[in-house]
C-alpha cells in the first residue's frame, strides 16, 4: 500500500527565512502534485511534477521531484505572511494515470511578521 | 470559467438520515474524483468516474455510500443511514482525459457534513 509522508507537519518561521518542506513516497511513481489548501478552503493546485529532476517555480515556492529516491520538496525562499497555509503532495501510481491520488497529512505552515 | 462547483456548501443532519451532494466539474472534464477530508488529515480517495462509467471504489466506500454520474457531467454522492463517523468535508475534483500522463486535479470548496 503506497505511503505519503511529509515533514515537518508542522512549521513555523519568520518572514524572509528560507525552509524546506520534504514529501516522500513508498512506490514507484513519476507524477506528483503539490496542492496548497487556506483554512476552511479547498484544493488550490500549485505544481504538477511529471519526470524525474523535475523542477519547477512559482514566486516564493519551487518543487522539485527525485523519482530514485521517491522525494519530493517543496522550498520557501524569503517566506511571507500570505504563504501561510497547509500544502499537500499527493502521488499517482496508477498504471494508467487518471485515477486516485493518494495525499501526505499536510504541512502547515505558519509565517510570522 | 467557471470551476468546479459543489452543492450544498454545509450540511447539518440527525444520525440515520440519508443526504445526498451534488458537484459539477469543469466543463470538457470528463473525470470526476470524490474524496473525503477529515481535520488536520489530507484527502482520501473514495471514488472516480470517467464519463459515466465509476471505474475504481476505495474500500472506505461502504455499502451505505453510493455515487452516480448518469450522463457524464454532474454527480451525485449519497450516504444512507448516516453515522457520527461520517462528518467530514467531502470534496470533488475533476481533471482531463486529453493529458494521459498529467493527472492534475482540480479541487471544488466541498461539502461540509456534520452528523449530529
Known amino acids: 500500500e503506497l505511503k505519503v509522508e511529509q515533514n515537518p507537519l508542522f512549521l513555523s518561521m519568520q518572514e524572509g527565512k528560507n525552509y524546506t518542506i520534504y514529501c516522500d513516497y513508498s512506490?514507484?511513481?513519476?507524477?506528483l502534485y503539490w496542492y496548497r489548501q487556506d483554512p476552511g478552503k479547498s484544493l488550490e493546485s500549485l505544481f504538477v511534477?511529471?519526470?524525474?529532476?523535475a523542477v519547477k517555480q512559482e514566486g516564493r515556492l519551487m518543487a522539485s521531484l527525485d523519482t530514485k529516491a521517491r522525494l519530493s520538496t517543496l522550498h520557501i525562499t524569503a517566506a511571507v505572511h500570505d504563504l501561510s497555509a497547509t500544502y499537500f503532495c499527493?502521488?499517482?501510481?496508477?498504471?494508467?494515470?487518471?485515477?486516485?491520488?493518494?495525499f501526505g497529512e499536510g504541512t502547515q505552515l505558519t509565517v510570522n511578521p | 470559467d467557471t470551476g468546479v462547483s459543489q452543492d450544498p456548501r454545509h450540511k447539518i443532519t440527525k444520525r440515520g438520515q440519508n443526504v445526498t451532494f451534488r458537484c459539477d466539474p469543469i466543463?470538457?472534464?470528463?473525470?470526476l474524483y470524490w474524496y473525503r477530508q477529515t481535520l488536520g488529515q489530507g484527502p482520501e480517495f473514495l471514488t472516480y468516474?470517467?464519463?459515466?462509467?465509476?471505474?475504481?471504489k476505495s474500500r472506505l466506500l461502504s455499502d451505505r455510500f453510493s455515487a452516480e454520474r448518469p450522463k457524464g457531467s454532474f454527480s451525485t454522492l449519497e450516504i444512507q443511514r448516516t453515522e457520527q463517523g461520517d462528518s467530514a468535508m467531502y470534496l470533488c475534483?475533476?481533471?482531463?482525459?486529453?493529458?494521459?500522463?498529467?493527472?492534475?486535479?482540480?479541487f471544488g470548496p466541498g461539502t461540509r457534513l456534520t452528523v449530529l
Open positions: 466543463s470538457e472534464h470528463n473525470r
Open positions: 512506490t514507484t511513481s513519476d507524477r
Open positions: 499527493a502521488v499517482d501510481i496508477s498504471e494508467t494515470s487518471g485515477s486516485r491520488l493518494t
Open positions: 475534483a475533476s481533471s482531463f482525459l486529453n493529458c494521459p500522463d498529467n493527472n492534475e486535479q482540480f
Open positions: 468516474f470517467q464519463n459515466e462509467a465509476q471505474l475504481e
Open positions: 511534477l511529471l519526470s524525474n529532476g
